[in-house]
C-alpha cells in the first residue's frame, strides 16, 4: 500500500476547482447545445464535490443535505433544459449555439 | 490506500471532464461524462457520504445521462460538430484565460485558508463507529427536521418541471383538432 | 420735515401713473397743467426740506429715509434709501423748480401736438428718475436714477419718432450712454470688493479714512468719470448730445442743458473723497479731458447754423468747464457753475424755442434775423442769456465761470490757458449766434416767397405760458451769482452750504498766488469776454472781417466719420470673429460632446453580437474580475 502521505480534504477542494474550471471552458468553447449542457452539469458536480468534502473537513452534515439538494434541482433544470432543447433543435437538426443570435443589436 | 483511490477517482474525473469538452461526437462525449460521475461517486464513498454516492449514480448517471442520450438520438443531433473553426475572434484564448483564472483564484483562496478550518457541526456518524445506516440515518434526520420546508418544495419543484417540460416539447398542433 | 422728503420724488411718479393710465381721457391741457402741478408741488416739499437742514448744524445736515429694505442678499444688503443732505437738496430745488417751468413752457410749445399727454408722462418720469439719482442714499438707486433718465432721453429724444432722425438719435443716444453705463456699473463692482457696501457714507468713510487703497479709489474714480463721460457727454462719447437736438425743444432745455447732462458732474461730487483719496493723476485726467472738450465744443460752435446745434455744442463746452473744475479739485465751483449754467441754458433753450415756434418751426439761423423787434421780451430774455454765458459782469455765468478759472491756475496752468481760449470763443459765438438771429436784416422776409405758399409767416411772440419761465430764468440769470461772491469767505455761501459734503476733496488753494492775486485773474476773464464780443460784433454786425467757418469745424472735425468708420470697420470685424468664435469654438464643443457620445456607443455596440457564448464569455470575465477582487481584499485585509 503506497501511503507516503495522506491526501487532506484541500486535494479535493483543488480538484473540484479545477474541474469547475474545465466546465466553464467547456460552456464558451463549444457550440452542440446539449455539450454546452453536460459542460454545466460538470460544473455542478464540482460545486458537490467541494461541498461533500467540507461537509467532512467542518464536521457537518449539512454540507451533504445541500447535495441532495442540488442534485433534485439538477434534475428538474436538465429535464426542463432538455425540453427546450428538443423544441427549438426540431426544426433544424445540425442548429448550433451560434445560430440563436437574434439579440444582435 | 486513501490516496491511490484518490489518484485513481482524480484521473477518471478529470479524464472525463476533458472527454465531455474536447469530444466532437456528442455521444462520446455523454459517456465522459457518465465518467467524471462515477469519479465523483466513488469520492463521496470515500467521504463515507455512502447514500449521496447511491444517489449520485442512480440519479446523475442513471437518469440525467440517460436522457441525454435520448435526446441526442431523437433529434439525431449526433452529427459530429467541427471544432477546427471558432467563428467569434478570440473566444478560445480568452476562454481558456477566463477559466484558468476562476480555477485559479479558487484555488489560491483554498490554499491561503487550508488551516481555518473550524470543526463546527456536531460530527458526521461513520459508519463503523455506530451502524452501517449511520450515514443515511444523520442526513434524513437533517432533511426531514432542519430543512423540510424545502424538501416539500423541491417534490413541488419536480412537479412543475415535468408539466412544464411536457408543454413545451409539444408539437403545436393546427386549430383542426379542436374541432 | 425732513422726514417728507420720499414726498420729493412720489409727486412725478404719481403724475406719471396717472397721465399714463388716464392721459388720453385728460386731454390737452389738462395733462401738463398736472404735469407741472406735479413738479411744483415737488418744488415746495423740496423748498421745506431745504429750510428744515438749514435750521440744523452743519453736522447734522445728513438725513437718511429708508423706505424699505430692497436687495437683502446675504452680506449684501441694499435699502430703497433716500439721503437728504446740502447736495442732494441744492440739485432737488434747481432739477424741479426748472423743470416746473419747463413743463409750464410745454404746455404752450407742444400746444396741437398729437401725443400731448405723452410728452408730459415721459416728463415727468425723468423728473422722477432724476429725483431718485440725486436722492439716493447708495449707489444702486442712483444708478436706478441714472439708467431711468437714460431710458426717458430716448424716449424724448425720439418723441416724433416717425422722422427717421429722430429715431436715429434716439438710438445712438442710449447706445452710447451704454458704453457710460458700463463704466459706472464696473465703478460699483469695484466699490463694493472694495468696501462691502454700496452706501454713500460708507463709502466716502472709508474713502477719507485711507480703507481704500490708491489703486482701488483710481480705479474706481476713472471709471465713475467713463460713466459721467457718456451721461454728461465728454470728448470720447459726446456724440449723442448734437444729435439729441431732434427731440422738442423743452426736453433738449431740461433733459440735455440744466439735468441729466450734469449727472456726471453729481456723481463725481458726491464720490468726491474716493476721488481725494486716488492717485493725483486721475484728477489731472478728469481736468485735462473737461479742458480739452470744452475748446473742442466751442471750436465747432464757431461754425454751427442750426440755432439749436450752437446751443447743443455750447452745452458740451460748459461740461468741460465743469469737469475741468472737478479734476482741479474745485467741487463747489463745479456746482455753482451746473446751477447758473442749468439758468442760463435752459433760458437760452426756451427762447430758441420760442423762436423756433415763432418762425414756424425754422431752426435755420440764416434765414432769421431782427427777431428782436417782432419778439420782444423772447429777444430781452435771450440777450440776458448771452450775457450770462460770455462771462459778462456782474450776471452769474461770470462768477461761478472765473472760480473755475482760478482753481484751474492754481492747479496747472496750461490747462487754465485752454479753459481761456474756451472762454474767449465761448464770446465769440454766442455774440455771433445773437446778432444771426435778433439783429441785422431781417433775411425771414427774402424766404417768404418759398414759404408764402404756407400762409402767413411772420414771426409773432409766443404765448403767455412760453414767456414767462423765459423771465422768471432771465432774472435768476441775472442775480444768480450772488450765491457764491468771492469776495470773501463768508460771502462763499454755497461754498459753505456743500462743505460737509466735499470737505475732503475740496482744493484749498488760499495762500497760492491764483488766490493773492485773484481780482488779477478776474480782470483777465472780463477782458476775455469783451475780446469774444467785440471781435464777433466786428465779424458779424460791422463787416470789417469776413467770417471764418471752416467746413471741418461745421462737420466737428469729422468725429462721427472717424467713429462710424473705427466701429464700422475694424469694429465689425471684431464683432464678426467673436461670433464666428461662439459658432465654432462654443457651439463645436457642445455639438462635439453629442457627437462623441455617438461615436463611442457606436463602438460599444459591437459588444452586443447575439452569440450567447461571447456573452458567456463576457460573464466569465466579469466573475473572475470580482473574484480576484474579494480574494486580495481578504488576503491584504
Known amino acids: 500500500m503506497i501511503s507516503i502521505v495522506e491526501p487532506t480534504e484541500t486535494w479535493y477542494l483543488v480538484l473540484a476547482a479545477v474541474l469547475f474550471g474545465i466546465g466553464v471552458v467547456g460552456v464558451m468553447v463549444r457550440r452542440n447545445p446539449l455539450i454546452m449542457f453536460m459542460s454545466i452539469e460538470l460544473m455542478l458536480n464540482a460545486v458537490n464535490l467541494s461541498f461533500v468534502a467540507l461537509a467532512t473537513s467542518l464536521a457537518d452534515i449539512n454540507g451533504q443535505t445541500a447535495v441532495f439538494f442540488v442534485l433534485v434541482v439538477a434534475a428538474a433544470e436538465v429535464v426542463v433544459g432538455l425540453g427546450i432543447i428538443v423544441s427549438i433543435m426540431r426544426r433544424r437538426s445540425d442548429a448550433n449555439a451560434d445560430d440563436m443570435s437574434g439579440l444582435k443589436g | 490506500m486513501e490516496l491511490l483511490v484518490f489518484v485513481l477517482a482524480a484521473a477518471m474525473v478529470l479524464g472525463g471532464a476533458l472527454g465531455v469538452v474536447t469530444r466532437n461526437n456528442p455521444v462520446h462525449a455523454a459517456l465522459s461524462l457518465v465518467l467524471t460521475l462515477f469519479g465523483i461517486a466513488v469520492m463521496f464513498i470515500s467521504h463515507d457520504a455512502h447514500f449521496l454516492a447511491a444517489v449520485q449514480v442512480i440519479v446523475y448517471a442513471g437518469a440525467i445521462v440517460v436522457l441525454f442520450l435520448f435526446v441526442i438520438m431523437l433529434l439525431g443531433v449526433d452529427k459530429s460538430e467541427d471544432m477546427s473553426i471558432e467563428p467569434l475572434t478570440a473566444q478560445r484564448p480568452l476562454a481558456v484565460i477566463v477559466g484558468l483564472g476562476v480555477s485559479g483564484v479558487v484555488i489560491a483562496a483554498i490554499v491561503s485558508s487550508k488551516d481555518s478550518f473550524v470543526k463546527r457541526g456536531s460530527g458526521i456518524d461513520i459508519a463503523k463507529l455506530e451502524s452501517p445506516d449511520a450515514n443515511v440515518k444523520q442526513l434524513a434526520r437533517s432533511i426531514f427536521s432542519d430543512y423540510v420546508f424545502a424538501f416539500e418544495l423541491t417534490s413541488v419543484l419536480l412537479l412543475v418541471a415535468v408539466i412544464g417540460t411536457v408543454l413545451l416539447a409539444r408539437r403545436q398542433r393546427s386549430s383542426e383538432v379542436a374541432k | 420735515m425732513v422726514n417728507l422728503v420720499w414726498l420729493i420724488p412720489a409727486f412725478p411718479l404719481f403724475g406719471f401713473l396717472t397721465i399714463f393710465l388716464f392721459g388720453r381721457i385728460m386731454g390737452e391741457p389738462k395733462a401738463g397743467i398736472f404735469a407741472t402741478l406735479m413738479t411744483a408741488s415737488s418744488f415746495v416739499v423740496g423748498i421745506g426740506v431745504f429750510f428744515d437742514l438749514l435750521s440744523r448744524t452743519a453736522e447734522e445736515r445728513h438725513h437718511v429715509v429708508t423706505l424699505f429694505s430692497w436687495l437683502p442678499v446675504g452680506g449684501f444688503n441694499i435699502d430703497m434709501a433716500l439721503l437728504a443732505d446740502p447736495l442732494s437738496i441744492t ?127 483710481t480705479g474706481i474714480a476713472l471709471m465713475l468719470f467713463i460713466g459721467a463721460c457718456g451721461k454728461s457727454a465728454q470728448l470720447p462719447l459726446y456724440l449723442w448730445l448734437p444729435d439729441a437736438m431732434e427731440g422738442p425743444t423743452p426736453v433738449s432745455a431740461l433733459i440735455h442743458a440744466a439735468t441729466m447732462v450734469t449727472s456726471g458732474v453729481f456723481l463725481l461730487t458726491r464720490m468726491s473723497p474716493v476721488l481725494h483719496a486716488s492717485y493725483p493723476w486721475a484728477g489731472d485726467v478728469i481736468a485735462t479731458v473737461g479742458a480739452l472738450t470744452a475748446l473742442f465744443a466751442a471750436t465747432v460752435a464757431v461754425a454751427q447754423t442750426d440755432i439749436k446745434k450752437v446751443l447743443a455744442y455750447s452745452t458740451v463746452s460748459q461740461l468741460g468747464f465743469m469737469f475741468l473744475a472737478i479734476g482741479s479739485g474745485a467741487y463747489a465751483a463745479a456746482i455753482f457753475h451746473m446751477i447758473t449754467h442749468a439758468f442760463f441754458k435752459a433760458l437760452l433753450f426756451l427762447g430758441a424755442g420760442s423762436v423756433i415756434h415763432g418762425m414756424h418751426h425754422e431752426q435755420d439761423m440764416r434765414k432769421m434775423g431782427a427777431l428782436r423787434k417782432v419778439m420782444p421780451i423772447t429777444g430781452m430774455t435771450f440777450i440776458i442769456g448771452w450775457l450770462a454765458i460770455a462771462g459778462v459782469p456782474p450776471f452769474a455765468g461770470f462768477w461761478s465761470k472765473d472760480e473755475i478759472l482760478l482753481y484751474a491756475y492754481a492747479n496747472n496752468r496750461l490747462l487754465y490757458v485752454i479753459g481761456v481760449a474756451a472762454a474767449l470763443l465761448t464770446a465769440y459765438y454766442m455774440t455771433r449766434q445773437v446778432i444771426m438771429v435778433f439783429f441785422g436784416n431781417a433775411r425771414w422776409e427774402d424766404h ?64 497760492t498766488w491764483a488766490s493773492d492775486n485773484k481780482w488779477l485773474l478776474l480782470a483777465v476773464a472780463v477782458i476775455v469776454a469783451g475780446a469774444g464780443i467785440a471781435a464777433s460784433v466786428a465779424v458779424y454786425a460791422k463787416g470789417k472781417f469776413k467770417p471764418v467757418e471752416p467746413n471741418i469745424l461745421a462737420d466737428a472735425w469729422r468725429y462721427d466719420a472717424a467713429v462710424a468708420g473705427l466701429i464700422g470697420g475694424p469694429g465689425r470685424a471684431l464683432f464678426q470673429s467673436i461670433a464666428v468664435f461662439d459658432a465654432v469654438v462654443v457651439d463645436g464643443a457642445v455639438n462635439g460632446v453629442g457627437k462623441e457620445v455617438v461615436v463611442v456607443s457606436g463602438l460599444l455596440r459591437k459588444l452586443q453580437n447575439g452569440f450567447m457564448r461571447s456573452y458567456a464569455l463576457i460573464i466569465g470575465l466579469g466573475a473572475v474580475a470580482m473574484l480576484v477582487w474579494f480574494f486580495l481584499r481578504g488576503v491584504l485585509s
Open chain 3, 91 to 217: 440739485m432737488v430745488l434747481f432739477i424741479t423748480g426748472i423743470g416746473a417751468l419747463i413743463h409750464l413752457y410745454a404746455v404752450g410749445y407742444m400746444h396741437g401736438d398729437p401725443k400731448f399727454s405723452k410728452f408730459f408722462m415721459y416728463l415727468n418720469l425723468f423728473i422722477f428718475s432724476m429725483l431718485m439719482m440725486v436722492l439716493g442714499e447708495n449707489l444702486l438707486v442712483t444708478f436706478l436714477g441714472w439708467e431711468g433718465v437714460g431710458v426717458c432721453s430716448y424716449f424724448l429724444i425720439s418723441f416724433w419718432h416717425t422722422r427717421d432722425s429722430a429715431a436715429v438719435a434716439g438710438k445712438k443716444a442710449f447706445v452710447t450712454n451704454r458704453v457710460g453705463d458700463w463704466g459706472m456699473m464696473v465703478a460699483m463692482f469695484l466699490t463694493f470688493s472694495a468696501v462691502g457696501t454700496l452706501s454713500y457714507s460708507g463709502i466716502n468713510s472709508a474713502a477719507a479714512s485711507g480703507k481704500i487703497a490708491a489703486v482701488t479709489a
Open chain 3, 448 to 511: 417768404a416767397e418759398e414759404n408764402g405758399a404756407r400762409g402767413d409767416h411772420t414771426p409773432h411772440e409766443s404765448s403767455w405760458m412760453m414767456v414767462a419761465p423765459l423771465v422768471v430764468l432771465a432774472g435768476l440769470a441775472m442775480v444768480g451769482g450772488v450765491l457764491q461772491l468771492p469776495f470773501s469767505s463768508k460771502t462763499h455761501f454755497l461754498g459753505n452750504w456743500l462743505e460737509p459734503v466735499i470737505h475732503t476733496a475740496e482744493a484749498k488753494i488760499y495762500g
